[in-house]
């Protein structure tokens, strides 16, 4: 028998890859925070002598989840200034308020409240765009959790950086210092076709083939950013974005709601990933992406949470319900996105589009060792016909008990292990009184 670090025997073992699987009397055998091996529970048991076993007789383990887009230190302003279209909320709310407060210590206190929602909801790795990346790599790190971490590029000065040669200096130098950390993934991230010109994304295009860099950007979030860039530039957004070279199988465009048959067919020929986020679409009012003509058009359509100040949570169990019940009523096709296909957007999808998909996104032998276990005997996803149509439309992150990362837990039985929710909640209070002046505002509502 070979000795093994940890031997996990779930009620369904649901690997992603193959799409559907949901194994019975199935194992999980883990070592040195990788899997060895998926196989029944009972060859498992012959093979293995497991320093630790796990039985979980009423849940499902799968893997974590991966939020392809989120702002994650921006949970410090969940609900400011809601029910406003977004160049309102961007412009009279949110950039104010950071102009005036983001600063390193603002960025460590939002990052620590957003990885306690993280691992409570059974995400392991999270695709971030914010300012102060290196202080979210030392977050990342006392979390335990994954990151793709933006490397942020805007042509503006913000408390981080003083125009876009100034960003590009920083986002080299933080690309250096945690390129071989194995938690964090470096990623370039302009920031929006109407934040960034010209010169700044030809230099981006040229650093991500030269350091093989994924590049995620906000593109064709809302209509008035496309009649924008069509009288700036006499071009749509995707237009002026292919013309300059930028998009590639390295590319992933951010919301994506306003697109033509033709783009769609154009972001596939090139091999663009697309991170959805159908809550913060929704509340903003920005438009419905179309996935099911992108998937069916063949391409990468992963799911984000976006931040928690545009949706208002950090929830990928809802975030995914959202995205299959929505895809269904935009196609008019209830197959259009079936609970199993929504599953690998949250996970495989995600990871195939920042380029770690031979470690992340499946339960398979010889990838990294993450995973969570939802409880599915709770009375609202109960019976179980389904054990995947269950997590994707019925099951709530409270019933995550276990999240797990390299084979170490960060939560079990529901108890954070590597992060003070505590502590974090009372800082965000702190900011909470900072930034009071800047959520304050009239939504234009005539409701009497």
């Not at 159908?278 to 920005?286: E, Y």
């Amino acid at each position: 028998m070979q000795d093994i670090d940890l031997l996990v025997r779930p009620r369904w073992l649901i690997p992603v890859q193959p799409e559907g699987a949901a194994l019975e009397a199935h194992a999980l055998a883990v070592h040195e925070g990788r899997i060895l091996a998926v196989l029944p529970a009972a060859e498992a048991e012959r093979l293995y002598r497991p320093a630790q076993t796990i039985d979980l007789a009423d849940h499902a383990v799968l893997p974590g989840f991966i939020n392809l887009h989120t702002h994650a230190a921006m949970s410090l302003m969940r609900g400011m200034a809601d029910d406003l279209p977004l160049m309102r909320w961007l412009s009279e709310h949110i950039w104010p308020a950071e102009g005036a407060s983001v600063s390193e210590e603002y960025v460590a206190d939002g990052l620590r409240l957003a990885c306690a929602e993280f691992i409570r909801g059974g995400q392991t790795c999270f695709n971030d765009m914010y300012f102060f990346p290196e202080t979210a790599a030392e977050i990342v790190g006392e979390a335990g959790l994954r990151a793709a971490l933006g490397l942020i590029v805007i042509d503006f000065p913000t408390p981080y950086a003083s125009d876009a040669d100034d960003y590009l200096h920083k986002a080299l130098a933080c690309h250096d210092r945690i390129k071989h950390r194995g938690d964090l993934y470096p990623v370039f991230a302009p920031h929006g076709p109407y934040t960034v010109s010209d010169a700044p994304l030809k230099r981006i295009r040229a650093y991500a083939n030269e350091l093989g860099v994924p590049i995620h950007m906000h593109v064709h979030e809302t209509a008035d950013e496309v009649q924008q860039q069509l009288r700036s530039s006499g071009q749509r957004p995707l237009e002026r974005l292919e013309a300059l070279d930028l998009l590639g199988n390295d590319f992933i465009a951010v919301h994506m709601t306003q697109l033509t048959d033709e783009e769609i067919a154009l972001v596939a020929r090139y091999g663009v990933s697309v991170a959805h986020c159908p809550q913060s679409n929704l509340k903003l009012a920005s438009g419905f992406c179309p996935v099911a003509k992108l998937l069916e058009a063949g391409v990468n359509v992963g799911i984000g949470t976006d931040g928690a100040a545009s949706n208002n949570d950090l929830d990928m169990l809802e975030e995914m319900r959202t995205a299959a019940l929505l895809a269904k009523a935009v196609a008019g096709q209830p197959s259009a996105v079936a609970a199993p296909r929504a599953l690998h957007m949250a996970t495989l999808a995600g990871a195939r589009a920042l380029g770690v998909n031979h470690e992340l996104g499946s339960l398979e032998a010889g990838k990294a060792a993450d995973f969570i276990a939802i409880d599915l005997s709770d009375a609202a996803t109960q019976p179980v016909y389904n054990p995947i149509a269950q997590i994707v439309y019925s099951a709530a992150r409270h019933q995550i008990t276990d999240t797990f990362v390299a084979g170490q837990p960060l939560m079990r039985n529901r108890q954070l292990l590597s992060v003070d929710a505590e502590a974090a909640i009372a800082r965000a209070a702190y900011w909470q009184q900072r930034l009071q002046p800047f959520a304050a505002h009239d939504s234009g509502s005539d409701i009497q």
